[in-house]
């Protein structure tokens, strides 16, 4: 999954709240690709947690997306037990900062921990890029990599 990509700094720059008053960090993501490491673009995350998922969970939960040219936008860590996130039927929203990437074509999460969870949907909206849907609606394996990847390979 995208080793080639060095994170240079992660922090969490603020909370905001949400209509329905959930708290949601805004995550900051830099990483280092060649000449484009100085283009960051901004991406909004909308989670949906099925109302089939346990009634919440503890596990931490990380994401990763990219284009078939090698651009990745990776967050080690969306979760955050003590704030609501990833209850059932519940949406969350996220704000992630990393790398421009051309097209959207992959998203996998990846769950660690015993409660389980379980995913309906996950929109990713760039910056200049229409939002795309990857459709889970399954209880997330623990401990690897699980998702979509729609890429068509770049000769």
Known sequence: MGGQFVVLSLAVFFISFSQATSIKPLIFIETNHSATAARSCSYTLTIKTSCTSPKYTRDRVSIAFGDAYGFEVYAPRIDNPSSRIFETCSTDTFQIRGPCIYEICYLYLKRVGSDGWKPETVKVYGS????????????????????????????
């Open 128 to 155: 200049d890029r229409p939002a795309i849907t990857f459709k889970y609606n399954k209880l997330l394996p623990n401990g690897v990599w699980y998702g979509f990847n729609h890429c068509r390979k770049i000769m």
